[in-house]
């Protein structure tokens, strides 16, 4: 059926808002896309359009390759971890019932109302006791125990969001409560796990506090901590090319991501809405 002039006229508003903050938030990054292979007086791209700022990036220090593998490394560890704790975690939470279940659900959720920076130093003094300081494991911990509580709740959803009968139909064929978990619910909380690791990947991959902290060598600093070094290596000279393709290098994966992931991200959060 063809839109009437109607229907177009009372919608226009609401595309014209959309855009307008598509177009907010998609601007600085295009900005920044365009300035990186775009000369600079005082960059390795002085004169016509080339990827002379990237070189610059490259052969910084231990090279960017080092440094996207650091937040690699970080990012997936930290994604790993989330998926496995919240996973098991929001089951616990949503299919048993056990003395204390929504005292300690509480207190999870109630991490999220501590300060992020406060707990960076007591941490600091827990991993230097147990020898993970100057570490990226210890770093993937650190960012794994700040997403859990949302991660926690996002899957206590998606698991309530399910039917009971399914795990009861399973019972009866003999299943373990592990083999329901595996068998039977997993495919069904597959958006709620897509819209946690990625929250996760995007939460560890842009951190600049935890490895800032946590790490003291500089060849194992994330990719956030490296670009920011970048931009006073010369007597405090910022070298703003150089800087706008670290960005650039930073957000592509993210772009990317969230471009391939966006529609089970939308219906992970969606998933407790209604419930079956």
């Not at 839109?3 to 600085?28: C, D, E, K, N, Q």
């Not at 300690?104 to 960076?120: D, H, S």
């Amino acid at each position: 059926m063809r839109p009437t002039i109607a229907g177009v006229v009372l919608r226009m508003p609401y595309w014209v808002f959309t855009a307008s903050l598509a177009a907010i938030f998609v601007f600085p990054l295009a900005w920044t896309a365009v300035s990186s292979v775009s000369p600079h007086a005082g960059t390795n791209q002085v004169d016509g359009w080339g990827f002379g700022n990237y070189v610059t990036l490259a052969q910084y220090q231990a090279g960017v390759w080092r440094y996207l593998f650091n937040s690699a490394f970080v990012s997936l560890l930290t994604v790993a971890l989330t998926l496995l704790v919240s996973l098991l975690g929001g089951y616990a939470f949503a299919r048993f019932r056990f003395p204390g279940r929504n005292l300690l659900f509480v207190a999870t959720l109630a991490i999220l109302m501590v300060p992020y920076a406060t707990l960076l130093i007591p941490l600091y003094v827990l991993l230097d006791y147990v020898g993970l300081t100057n570490s990226l494991v210890g770093v993937a911990l650190v960012l794994t125990m700040f997403q859990l509580p949302f991660a926690t709740f996002m899957m206590r959803i998606s698991f309530e969001a399910i039917p009971r009968e399914l795990d009861e139909a399973a019972r009866v064929d003999g299943c373990s409560p592990f083999h329901v978990l595996r068998q039977v619910l997993l495919p069904s909380v597959k958006p709620g796990l897509i819209t946690v690791g990625l929250f996760a990947f995007l939460a560890a991959w842009n951190d600049f506090m935890a490895p800032l902290i946590l790490v003291n060598d500089s060849d194992r600093v994330t990719l956030p901590l490296a670009v920011a070094n970048l931009r006073g290596q010369v007597q405090g000279v910022v070298d703003y090319g150089a800087t706008e393709a670290g960005v650039v290098v930073l957000a592509l994966p993210c772009a990317i991501l969230f471009l391939i992931l966006q529609r089970h991200y939308v219906r992970g959060f969606m998933s407790g809405a209604i419930k079956g």
